[in-house]
């Protein structure tokens, strides 16, 4: 029953903006950091950004730092991720995962988050 869902993504311009939003369901994230990775086709897996189960602490890849922004809002069980002029190179598969524990790790290795949704597209091309 614990599943994380995806959503926001889609065709965007370079220099747009999308904001992507990671819901769960079935259980809480009050007590789990949580990350967003992307995995763009022929390449693995990279992490994006996390923040930490209160919100009180960020982590972002350098290459987005500046660009997106992540937040949550525990009410309503939902992670957000404000993404800002958009490159080519940010085109890929987002997902959420979420984390026990309230801090973000400091390695952005996807195998220490539990929980996984199944991923938004999100596509940058003129």
């Known amino acids: 029953q614990l599943q994380l869902v995806e959503s926001g993504g889609g065709l965007v311009q370079p220099g747009g903006s999308l904001r992507l939003s990671c819901t769960a369901s079935?259980?809480?994230?009050?007590?789990?950091?949580v990350g967003w990775f992307r995995q763009a086709p022929g390449k693995e897996r990279e992490g994006v950004s996390c923040i930490s189960s209160s919100g009180g602490s960020t982590n972002y890849a350098d290459s987005v730092k500046g660009r997106f922004t992540i937040s949550r809002d525990n009410a309503k069980n939902t992670v957000y991720l404000q993404m800002n002029s958009l490159k080519p190179e940010d085109t890929a598969v987002y997902y959420c995962a979420a984390k026990r524990g309230s801090s973000c790790p400091r390695s952005w290795w996807y195998g220490l988050y539990e929980y996984w949704g199944q991923g938004t597209q999100v596509t940058v091309s003129s």
């Open positions: 079935g259980f809480t994230l009050d007590y789990f950091a």
